[in-house]
């Protein structure tokens, strides 16, 4: 059973409350929505510190006792017939962490056809621990914070291409399509940069990223019916990703000398390898969405951490939010799988041709002046 020390429970309401005052940008008297899978002390937590703003606070509990293909029908009800102006789900896995990556496809149908769907402003914590609450990222400066994803996105504005390289063996270049834009989850207002109601971003907070998905008509093969699924808008990626820290699904560290190598032509995965087997469910996961759906695998994301309060723990909520990383995410229907990058060097190049540094062995350069 979780516990919590008073004072540390204190810290982690003061934080919470901060986070809808400056990301979410909340008022008092709005109407905000809890949703705990598996974290009740934290969902304790949020309570009070949207009570402690003046919110008007409901919860939902997702409390099945096995990982859910779909979420309820009554809180897809929920938020959209009586849709909340903000909240949060609080997603634990610490007990049954194979849950994480079994209630991805969950998860993206919530995320991209409810939520996104509906005005509000809503934090996704896939992987909340209390640990992180106390002593991690959710510990940061939420009006700094804020404020220089702020300037790193106007710098961001109109890039077309980056390249990127890292002491892991990464080289990797990236043509970002026209209809991708940057976007924070340091600054959760909707609507969306793609002008969808709603609008989604990680908690704890800490990354920029480049990401678009469509909602299409596929075919699946398991059943032999048509289904309307997401699917990422693909970025033109060509060369190799070495993910050596840590991957999205798989709740533990990686180790460097048997890292996960990604190899794009084109945009789109065109193998995948691991020596260490305990890494064989990134993989497996991602081929059966290939297999299921007969779509590729295409490199999703692009993603850079900027909180300093968050530390590599084989939870990939927080590694991917650490300052001086960068993340690059394959994805499918139902299928999304962050890999963390360590110490990137990261160069960017606009439409009239100029090129700039923006990040050198995992430190900002130009972007942070």
Known sequence: MQKIEAGDLDKVVSKLEEFMRYCQKLKPEDTYLIVNRNSSILAEAAQKAAKNYGL???TFDLAANKPYKRFPKKLITLLRQN??????????????????????????????????????????????????????PLQCNYRKMAEEAERIL????NIKKLHITAPGGTDVEIEVPEQLKFDTDCIIVPPNVYGKPGKVGNLPVGEVWSE???????????????????????????????????????????????????QFENGILTDIQCEDRRLDCIREDILASQKKYGLPTVLEEVGIGLNEKARVTGNMLEDEK???????????????????????TITVAYGDGTTKEMMRNGTFKFFMV
């Open 56 to 58: 008007n606070v409901k």
């Open 322 to 344: 650490l300052r001086g990383t960068c993340h690059l995410a394959p994805g499918n229907v139902r299928c999304h799988v962050d890999m963390l990058v360590d110490k990137p």
């Open 154 to 157: 106007q710098k961001l504005q």
């Open 212 to 262: 678009k998905g469509e909602v299409i008509q596929v075919l699946n093969k398991e059943t032999g019916k048509k289904e309307n699924q997401h699917y990422p808008v693909k970025q033109i990626a060509n060369g190799k990703l070495v993910c050596d820290v840590t991957a999205g699904g798989y709740m533990g560290k990686i180790d460097p000398e048997k890292p996960i190598i990604v």
């Open 83 to 136: 849709t909340p102006k903000g909240g949060m789900g609080l997603f634990d896995y610490s007990h049954n962490p194979h849950w994480g990556l079994e209630e991805v496809g969950a998860r993206i149908e919530l995320l991209h056809q409810t939520i996104e769907e509906v005005p509000i402003s809503w934090a996704h914590s896939p992987g909340i621990t209390l640990d992180m609450s106390i002593n991690g």
